[in-house]
């Protein structure tokens, strides 16, 4: 109940519309439980006619027909038009929930996408966003007009007669009872299996992403197993829930005819014995032919509304575990929003950058550098080297502040980073990531998305320095060509290329450059090698590099193991160490 109350807001900014709705399904409601009793105001009419010898009184009868057919027509006009105001307003409700979530995947800090799975969370943007509002589309307007229809019906119930009123609402305790059982039973199932949903979600995006790995190394048959096992627990959480939730419909079907008949029984004494006396109070007198008609219509009425209600039991248990995942994922803690430091002037830096005494561990109790100093001159080449897992991506990240630190600072231009914000950092930064990641846009647009407002002109001296101007000019529409969605119609290196070139664009006081792993053919790899020592001219860098034939001219190199700067200095300094990094520099030129 409290996760559907935080859909409010996202319904009542459309007050306008949202009160039309509601207004049009009172009016339809009101208007379809009218007509049983005007029709029965007929019969009663006529029957008095008939059996008084009197004539028939038409103008009563054309008044009531009238009374009838403007209440089918606004009926079915006023039914039409809150369906159509109520589906707007949740349709824009749903655009602002996913517009939320995408403003909160932006707050998040690195480390929440750490410990969730991509396809999860793209599970809860698209399909428990959809879920919900499939169920509010579907649920709210049946449920509601269902509410209403039992209620009008009720009222005109007890306009006819008390006694059959009151009988008639001996039904809804009943109702109430075994839905709440039936629906509390199945809910914790309906949870599960979202759950389950999402995982499948990171799955299929883990397994789409990685095909062609999953095949070189014949792990068909290990993922067909991982895949079985989850669509299983979906099929048995999937009938768990669905059975739980259907069995309600027939029960309460049955409830109700039972019920009915126990109506119809008393409504039976009620014509044979008039007026009914029990204990010596009357009850009521026997109902006339037009006002029993109206009830007979009601009672079976009746079923419409509940059947509606309890056929979106399980369209609706499953909104509220969509619901659940949703918020939970809007309710993530988020990175604190941070001001821009007005004493900062970032044109004025000059890049230089010190650790001191830092320490980190991904988690507290795993702590992953102790005490680690660095000191780096404005304009230095560093490079960082040393075996897989030894923390050299992880000293990036602390730099850039994807994580932070648990003791120590770290200072550019002796100002702690801590005292900037982050977007004020970063942009002193220029990336170059290990993976050439672009996004489905034009080039022009994909360097320039490297620096705030690139013109041009700035694009194109950045693709010069990175050695991609003459191929981006071969290409079909230059600047202006389209890089499709998975990046397929550039090759590795050209896209390495483009990247060095949108880390340059913003001019950065500090480049990064993440080298590339996977290799490419050796005029490629010059030319990535050229553009990438021209990139790093007069500005502080740091390349993580894995070829140590690109580093030897570095002023600085940082060899790291488990956390820890193990040796430092430049590549003669090194060798003459004969320390880690030259036997990791003999068993590369040995290989
Ligand atoms: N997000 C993370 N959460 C928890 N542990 C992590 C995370 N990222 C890295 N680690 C761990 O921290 C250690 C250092 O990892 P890091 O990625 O910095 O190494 P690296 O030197 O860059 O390795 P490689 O050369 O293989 O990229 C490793 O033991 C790694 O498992």
């Given at each position: 109940?409290?996760?559907i109350?935080?859909?409010?807001?996202?319904?009542?900014?459309?007050?306008?519309?949202?009160?039309?709705s509601?207004?049009?399904?009172?009016?339809?409601?009101?208007?379809?439980?009218?007509q049983?009793?005007?029709?029965?105001?007929?019969?009663?009419?006529?029957?008095?006619?008939?059996?008084?010898?009197?004539?028939?009184?038409?103008?009563?009868?054309?008044?009531?027909?009238?009374?009838?057919?403007?209440?089918?027509?606004?009926?079915?006009?006023?039914?039409?038009?809150?369906?159509?105001?109520?589906?707007?307003?949740?349709?824009?409700?749903?655009?602002?929930?996913?517009?939320?979530?995408?403003?909160?995947?932006?707050?998040?800090?690195?480390?929440?996408?750490?410990?969730?799975?991509?396809?999860?969370?793209?599970?809860?943007?698209?399909?428990?966003v959809?879920?919900?509002?499939?169920?509010?589309?579907?649920?709210?307007?049946?449920?509601?007009?269902?509410?209403?229809?039992?209620?009008?019906?009720?009222?005109?119930?007890?306009?006819?007669?008390?006694?059959?009123?009151?009988?008639?609402?001996?039904?809804?305790?009943?109702v109430?009872?075994?839905?709440?059982?039936?629906?509390?039973?199945?809910?914790?199932?309906?949870?599960?299996?979202?759950?389950?949903?999402?995982?499948?979600?990171?799955?299929?995006?883990?397994?789409?992403?990685?095909?062609?790995?999953?095949?070189?190394?014949?792990?068909?048959?290990h993922?067909?197993?991982?895949?079985?096992?989850?669509?299983?627990?979906?099929?048995e959480?999937?009938?768990?829930?669905?059975?739980?939730?259907?069995?309600?419909?027939?029960?309460?079907?049955?409830?109700?005819?039972?019920?009915?008949?126990?109506?119809?029984?008393?409504?039976?004494?009620?014509?044979?014995?008039?007026?009914?006396?029990?204990?010596?109070?009357?009850?009521?007198?026997?109902?006339?032919?037009?006002a029993?008609?109206?009830?007979?219509?009601?009672?079976?009425?009746?079923?419409?509304?509940?059947?509606?209600?309890?056929?979106?039991?399980?369209?609706?248990?499953?909104?509220?575990?969509?619901?659940?995942?949703?918020?939970?994922?809007?309710?993530?803690?988020?990175?604190?929003?941070?001001?821009?430091?007005?004493?900062?002037?970032?044109?004025?830096?000059?890049?230089?950058?010190?650790?001191?005494?830092?320490?980190?561990?991904?988690?507290?109790?795993?702590?992953?550098?102790?005490?680690?100093?660095?000191?780096?001159?404005?304009?230095?080449?560093?490079?960082?080297?040393?075996?897989?897992?030894?923390?050299?991506?992880?000293?990036?990240?602390?730099?850039?502040?994807?994580?932070?630190?648990?003791?120590?600072?770290?200072?550019?231009?002796?100002?702690?980073?801590?005292?900037?914000?982050?977007?004020?950092?970063?942009?002193?930064?220029?990336?170059?990531l290990?993976?050439?990641?672009?996004?489905?846009?034009?080039?022009?647009?994909?360097?320039?998305?490297?620096?705030d407002?690139?013109?041009?002109?700035?694009?194109?001296?950045?693709?010069?320095?990175?050695?991609?101007?003459?191929?981006?000019?071969?290409?079909?529409?230059?600047?202006?060509?389209?890089?499709?969605?998975?990046?397929?119609?550039?090759?590795?290196?050209q896209?390495?290329?483009?990247?060095?070139?949108?880390?340059?664009?913003?001019?950065?006081?500090?480049?990064?450059?993440?080298e590339?792993?996977?290799?490419?053919?050796t005029?490629?790899?010059?030319?990535?090698?050229?553009?990438?020592?021209?990139?790093?001219?007069?500005?502080?860098?740091?390349?993580?590099?894995?070829?140590?034939?690109?580093?030897?001219?570095?002023?600085?190199?940082?060899?790291?193991?488990?956390?820890?700067i193990?040796?430092?200095?430049?590549?003669?300094?090194?060798?003459?160490?004969?320390?880690?990094y030259?036997?990791?520099?003999?068993?590369?030129?040995?290989?």
């Amino acid at each position: 109940m409290k996760d559907i109350k935080r859909l409010l807001p996202y319904m009542t900014k459309y007050k306008l519309k949202l009160n039309l709705s509601i207004s049009l399904t009172i009016l339809y409601t009101f208007a379809r439980s009218a007509q049983p009793f005007l029709i029965g105001l007929i019969i009663s009419e006529l029957v008095a006619n008939v059996l008084g010898n009197t004539p028939i009184n038409l103008h009563y009868i054309m008044v009531i027909t009238i009374i009838i057919a403007v209440c089918g027509i606004t009926d079915a006009i006023s039914d039409y038009c809150a369906n159509y105001f109520l589906i707007d307003v949740i349709q824009k409700g749903m655009y602002d929930i996913r517009s939320d979530i995408q403003k909160k995947l932006n707050k998040l800090p690195v480390s929440f996408f750490d410990t969730h799975k991509q396809g999860d969370i793209l599970g809860r943007i698209t399909t428990d966003v959809d879920v919900v509002s499939v169920a509010l589309q579907q649920g709210i307007i049946k449920i509601f007009a269902a509410f209403l229809t039992l209620f009008f019906s009720i009222v005109f119930m007890f306009i006819r007669s008390t006694f059959f009123g009151l009988l008639a609402l001996i039904i809804f305790p009943l109702v109430y009872i075994i839905y709440r059982k039936l629906f509390q039973r199945a809910q914790p199932n309906f949870m599960k299996l979202q759950n389950e949903l999402g995982r499948l979600n990171s799955f299929t995006t883990e397994t789409f992403s990685s095909h062609d790995v999953i095949q070189l190394f014949n792990q068909e048959d290990h993922m067909q197993e991982k895949f079985n096992e989850i669509t299983e627990s979906i099929q048995e959480t999937g009938f768990k829930s669905n059975f739980n939730s259907s069995v309600i419909n027939p029960l309460l079907s049955s409830l109700l005819n039972l019920a009915y008949i126990l109506i119809f029984l008393v409504m039976g004494i009620t014509v044979l014995r008039n007026p009914l006396v029990i204990g010596g109070f009357v009850l009521s007198a026997a109902l006339d032919i037009g006002a029993l008609q109206s009830f007979i219509q009601y009672i079976w009425q009746f079923s419409s509304p509940i059947r509606d209600i309890t056929q979106l039991s399980n369209v609706i248990q499953a909104a509220i575990a969509s619901l659940a995942r949703v918020l939970e994922l809007l309710d993530a803690k988020e990175e604190k929003q941070q001001v821009n430091n007005p004493d900062i002037n970032l044109s004025d830096m000059t890049g230089q950058v010190t650790f001191n005494h830092v320490k980190f561990g991904y988690s507290p109790d795993k702590i992953l550098m102790q005490d680690v100093n660095i000191d780096i001159a404005p304009g230095s080449m560093v490079a960082v080297v040393g075996p897989t897992g030894a923390g050299k991506t992880t000293l990036i990240n602390l730099l850039m502040r994807f994580y932070d630190i648990n003791a120590g600072s770290i200072c550019i231009d002796t100002i702690d980073i801590k005292t900037m914000s982050k977007p004020q950092e970063r942009s002193l930064f220029g990336m170059v990531l290990q993976d050439p990641w672009l996004y489905a846009a034009s080039v022009a647009d994909n360097i320039g998305s490297g620096a705030d407002y690139a013109e041009r002109a700035q694009i194109i001296a950045a693709a010069k320095i990175a050695n991609v101007d003459h191929y981006i000019r071969t290409l079909p529409e230059g600047y202006e060509t389209f890089i499709n969605q998975e990046s397929s119609n550039v090759s590795q290196g050209q896209k390495q290329l483009i990247t060095i070139a949108r880390a340059l664009v913003g001019d950065p006081k500090i480049l990064i450059l993440d080298e590339a792993t996977s290799s490419v053919d050796t005029r490629l790899e010059l030319m990535i090698q050229s553009a990438m020592e021209k990139a790093m001219e007069n500005r502080t860098s740091f390349i993580i590099a894995h070829r140590l034939s690109t580093i030897r001219n570095a002023d600085l190199i940082l060899v790291m193991n488990q956390g820890s700067i193990v040796e430092h200095g430049t590549h003669d300094d090194l060798l003459l160490q004969d320390g880690m990094y030259s036997s990791i520099y003999q068993s590369q030129f040995d290989s």
